[in-house]
């Protein structure tokens, strides 16, 4: 099952919030969702949600071109870290959609022609294609709200709880 007609390359901290939110293995299961096999290997660990769930991401791996590329993109541009420019890279080139809750890294990759989503539109993505129940997309952006370590401002959380809500009524 899928939640996009393109491929999602995630990043770590979208892996983090849908772990906090109780929906990473679900996510984790779609036919269409991809690590970097890079980002996996160096920036994963217990920190960032479920390492066993994790390990069952798919991967797409970095080409010799599309390093030769984010080695180029360091150089040029000192806000993003080596590893947003790598999630950027393969996205980019291999058209697929950027998972990401960086701002830097949206503002630019949105900037370059690649289209970005982020946790509150995954779990609308989610509860729209009945991956997950109405109620099941609640819970998590409660979840997300009541995590204290969450970067998702709470009046997005609530505004997507209402939407929810108001579908349904």
Known sequence: MTITPKIIIT????????????????????????????????????????????NKMKEIPLTVEQLQEVNKLTLEEKGLSLYDLINY??????NCILATGDNRLKKYSEEHGVEVIRTLKII?????????????AITACINL?????TRIPEININELINKLQTVTS
């Not at 709200?145 to 370590?149: C, E, H, L, P």
């Open 11 to 54: 990043d770590t901290n979208i892996i983090t919030d849908l772990d906090n939110a109780k929906l990473l293995e679900k996510f984790v299961g779609l036919d269409n969702v991809y690590i970097n096999d890079m980002v996996k290997n160096d920036e994963i660990n217990f920190k960032t949600g479920n390492v066993d769930i994790i």
């Open 89 to 94: 890279v393969v996205a980019h080139e291999n």
């Open 124 to 136: 609308e993505l989610m509860e729209n294609k009945k991956i997950i129940s109405e109620k099941e």
């Open 145 to 149: 709200r009541d995590n204290k370590y």
